[in-house]
């Protein structure tokens, strides 16, 4: 059974901190890493994805991949209250199509 | 272009019902993919489409079916209702179906099984 891990938080930054989002998975063999982001009552909208290890910067958002360790991280700097959302960390089931296995998702929030 | 459209937004059914939903992908998307949200569970993989063939299938029951037809819609269809099937169905889009393509959600429908 291929999982996705994440704190459900809530993780709570003051406004203009850096928020860090973590995810571990269980599948050696994934490739495509995304994270998405979820506000109340609305349907997840994709903020970054992944492929290679290292870093991947866009805007104030920076995504990690670290295959050898089964782990993925987002960066949220300078947060804001805008900022406030479930961060869902998503990865795909196999290479045959676009099923993602997301994990359940950590609940960031940002006080002004 | 337009986004993902989902319809019904809400529906209320009762025990051993069935029921329909609908997904229109952004235009020029071939492949299509539902998800099931529930708050115990978080998200969970229901199926994918992709040029009219199932592609892949997540772990329920099936009860659970699906369809896509040639313009890319898909329905999916849930039969015997159960109150555990309360939850968010997310539909998603992407274009070419690759494991790399992002996928675009739509807004869900809210089904209520009384």
């Known amino acids: 059974q291929k999982e996705v891990e994440q704190n459900s938080g809530p993780l709570s930054v003051p406004e203009g901190a850096i928020a860090s989002l973590n995810c571990t998975y269980s599948d050696r063999g994934s490739q495509s890493f995304f994270w998405y982001r979820q506000y109340s009552g609305k349907s997840p909208e994709l903020i970054m994805s992944i492929y290679s290890n290292g870093d991947k910067e866009d805007g104030r958002f920076t995504a990690q991949l670290n295959k050898a360790s089964q782990y993925v991280s987002l960066l949220i700097r300078d947060s804001q209250p805008s900022d406030s959302a479930t961060y869902l960390c998503a990865v795909n089931m196999d290479q045959a199509g676009t099923a993602l296995i997301f994990g359940k998702g950590t609940t960031l929030s940002v006080s002004s | 272009k337009a986004g993902v459209t989902q319809t019904p937004r809400y529906l209320i059914k009762t025990r051993g019902q069935q029921v329909t939903l609908s997904c229109s992908p952004i235009?020029?998307?071939?492949?299509v993919s539902w998800y099931q949200q529930t708050p115990g569970q978080g998200l969970q993989f229901l199926f994918e489409y992709f040029s009219e063939t199932q592609r892949n299938k997540g772990n329920f029951p099936g009860r659970f079916s699906g369809r896509q037809f040639s313009n890319s819609r898909s329905e999916m269809n849930v039969s015997t209702l159960e109150l555990g099937d309360s939850a968010l169905y997310l539909c998603?889009?992407?274009?070419?179906?690759?494991?790399?393509?992002?996928?675009?959600f739509g807004p869900g429908t809210r089904l209520t099984v009384l």
């Open positions: 998603a889009s992407s274009s070419q179906g690759d494991y790399t393509d992002t996928q675009y």
């Open positions: 235009s020029g998307h071939r492949s």
